[in-house]
């Protein structure tokens, strides 16, 4: 047993305890709650004489479950599995929209840190928390309205970008008080999820529920609006903005550094690549396609391909399965479709004819570590050649800081990464932007300011 004692001073050995609140609904002090105040009685002091367990003192708050404490965004699990299971599915999601702008979303691409950390696997494997979370939504998003807030505190904010940051950032900030614009360049509010993330994965009106939830919130979202180009600080500043929040992203696709790559006929970056599939561009069929990469945009990248009529898609990754990064759901997914990976492989050179690209060569790779994580060394005399007319690069994002720079006036941007806060005073920066390439509930963690 996990909890020992009686109904004065729980004593729970957390080495066992795996937060089920079986305990909690079973205990007498849960219906009287005064019960659990009683401190320092001679049951107490007996149990506090007990090595190696944790003893409840008044004030004291329980240790979050752990699927709670590996939510970036605190997400309460064990509340809403708990109303879901009971049927209250409306009560389930307001709980989880309590700390989530955007449940519908998180139901369906969230990385779920949670499950991982899930104590369920213990016993036999973790419970589907992503997809009872999209349950739930499914069930009571089309009835549930937000709360108006409390009061109007005549403050406004602008926030630049509306993906997954900006719209944390937002709703919170609706929610207490302030009125909220965002500025988006694109012509669909959403940032990534809007068209990076393939409809496949995140059909367009999952995504359309949760920001309309935010819009009736009264966040106002402005599209087709470029910060820097079309707008600047002092123009904000002129409509009597208190605050700026930058949540702009990593929109700026990392190329393979390989010779001449960007001249070639036949060479794409999946950002673009993503983008133009999302807006209508459809692939020629029965290409040879090559992408190199080992996270959810190279996945994404390989899946839309083959969804394209690709002939043959080759994803090559330089490091191992248990390396790479995309989520295992992703990579199952593509090689159930046909993708073909291969693994410790890197690229070398454009193969090329007439400028369009006709093959990529490659050599085999093996980790060798020297300070830290292991780096991946070419095994010398192991190059071949894949054949290819199309190779898509997916190794990483970065973030466009000359635009914004220019939006600021010229002022170039210091942040403090805990505070958010920058060197322009009223300014401030949230999500990947900040941080860097990470993940939809980090990204919103941060626009919630919870670095
Ligand atoms: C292909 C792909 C698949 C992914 N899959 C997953 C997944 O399955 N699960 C997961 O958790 N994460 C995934 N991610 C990562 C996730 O999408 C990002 O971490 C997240 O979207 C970052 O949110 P953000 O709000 O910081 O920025 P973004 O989502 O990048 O949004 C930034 C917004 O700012 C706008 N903007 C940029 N510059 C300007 C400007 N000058 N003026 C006005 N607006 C501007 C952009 O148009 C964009 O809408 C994926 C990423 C990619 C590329």
Redesign the pocket.
């Known amino acids: 047993m996990a909890v020992e004692g009686r109904t004065h001073k729980p004593v729970i050995d957390f080495e066992r305890c795996s937060f089920c609140a079986a305990c909690m609904e079973a205990c007498p002090a849960e219906l009287m709650p005064e019960m659990r105040q009683e401190i320092d009685t001679m049951r107490g002091k007996i149990y506090s004489d007990q090595d190696g367990l944790v003893h409840l003192k008044e004030g004291d708050s329980l240790p979050l479950p752990k699927c709670q404490s590996a939510c970036p965004i605190s997400q309460d699990v064990r509340g809403y599995l708990r109303l879901i299971a009971r049927k209250q599915y409306t009560e389930a999601l307001e709980l989880i929209r309590a700390a989530n702008a955007l449940p519908s979303i998180?139901g369906?691409?969230?990385?779920h840190p949670c499950e991982s950390a899930c104590v369920r696997a213990n016993l036999d494997e973790a419970l589907s928390i992503r997809s009872l979370k999209r349950f739930a939504a499914d069930m009571a998003a089309p009835s549930l309205l937000p709360a108006k807030p409390v009061s109007s505190l005549n403050k406004k904010v602008s926030i630049?970008?509306?993906?997954?940051?900006?719209?944390?950032a937002a709703y919170e900030l609706a929610k207490t008080g302030y009125t909220v614009e965002i500025?988006?360049?694109?012509h669909?509010?959403?940032?990534?999820?809007?068209?990076?993330?393939?409809a496949f994965?995140?059909p367009r009106e999952i995504l359309q529920r949760d920001i309309d939830f935010i819009r009736q919130t009264g966040v106002e979202i402005r599209t087709g609006?470029?910060?820097?180009?079309?707008?600047t600080l002092a123009d904000l500043e002129k409509t009597g903005t208190d605050a700026v929040i930058i949540?702009?992203?990593?929109?700026t696709g990392l190329t393979l550094a390989l010779e001449n790559e960007d001249n070639y006929e036949g060479y794409q970056e999946?950002?673009q690549f993503?983008r133009s599939i999302s807006d209508g561009m459809t692939l020629e069929p029965g290409r040879q396609v090559i992408v190199v990469g080992g996270?959810?945009?190279?996945?994404?990248?390989a899946r839309s391909a083959l969804k394209q009529g690709a002939a043959k898609v080759i994803l090559i990754y330089r490091r191992g399965p248990l390396e790479m990064p995309a989520?295992q759901e992703?990579v199952k997914a593509a090689l159930a479709e046909g993708v073909d990976i291969q693994f410790f492989t890197m690229p070398l050179t454009f193969i090329t004819q007439d400028h369009r690209i006709t093959g990529l060569a490659c050599a085999k790779t093996e980790l060798k570590a020297e300070d830290g994580r292991p780096s991946p060394v070419k095994i010398e005399g192991s190059d071949f050649i894949i054949p290819a007319d199309l190779v898509i690069s997916?190794v990483g994002?970065k973030a466009?800081h000359d635009?914004?720079t220019t939006?600021l006036n010229g002022k170039k941007l210091e942040a403090d990464a805990g505070t958010l806060a920058t060197n322009l005073p009223k300014v401030f920066v949230?999500?990947?932007?900040?941080?860097g390439?990470?993940?939809?509930?980090?990204?919103?963690a941060?626009?919630k300011n919870r670095p």
Request: hydrophobic share 40%.
């Open positions: 998180c369906h691409v969230c990385h630049i970008g509306s993906g997954p940051a900006g719209l944390a500025i988006e360049s694109y669909r509010p959403g940032g990534l999820l809007a068209w990076a993330i393939p994965r995140l609006i470029e910060f820097g180009k079309d707008l949540a702009t992203g990593t929109q999946c950002l993503l996270g959810n945009a190279a996945m994404d990248s989520d992703e997916a994002q466009d635009s914004i939006g949230a999500g990947d932007f900040a941080q390439s990470s993940t939809v509930v980090e990204a919103m941060n626009g």
